[in-house]
């Protein structure tokens, strides 16, 4: 999913929660976008160029020409913040400081937006997801040699 739907949808829940939450909807529209700087971090990691515009692109056209052959380079799958072991971290985090409360929402709101959108284009396309949701699984797939 797009940065922009994730503002969107972070900036229509913060409208909501503001009589509860004031400023603190602030870092709930951050933590809600800036989360994919992981796809950012993936990105340099495998390709060894830190320019955010080409991995934009990179990342677009990935996602087109999935869309147009079900084929994909699956190493480039694995983003750190999007996997079942964070979100876990991230919620022994919210339980323990109240300031982490607050950033659990932007971001369960950003991983839920997430797997709906896998969800409804597997139902509509028939593309499975390609996304692992967890980094033990990458990992051990990665050292099987079967990603």
């Known amino acids: 999913m797009l940065p922009k739907w994730h ?14 939450f004031k400023l603190g909807v602030f ?8 989360i994919d700087i992981d796809h950012y971090l993936t990105y340099v990691f495998w390709k060894k160029d830190f320019n955010l ?15 147009k052959t079900g ?29 982490f409360q607050i950033l659990f929402i932007g971001y369960a709101l950003h991983f839920f937006q997430d797997l709906f959108s896998e969800f409804f284009c597997f139902f509509n396309g028939g593309r499975k997801s390609v996304r692992k949701l967890s980094l033990i699984g990458y ?9």
């Open 53 to 67: 515009t080409n991995a934009y692109h990179f990342y677009i056209k990935r996602g087109a020409t999935y869309r």
């Open 27 to 34: 870092a709930i529209i951050f933590i809600a976008v800036f």
């Open 139 to 147: 990992v051990y797939q990665l050292r099987k040699g079967t990603l």
């Open 71 to 99: 084929k994909i380079d699956k190493k480039y799958s694995l983003c750190i913040f999007h996997t079942i072991e964070f979100l876990l971290l991230f919620s022994i985090l919210a339980l323990i400081f109240k300031f």
């Open 7 to 20: 503002f969107l949808a972070a900036l229509i829940l913060s409208i909501m929660l503001w009589p509860i």
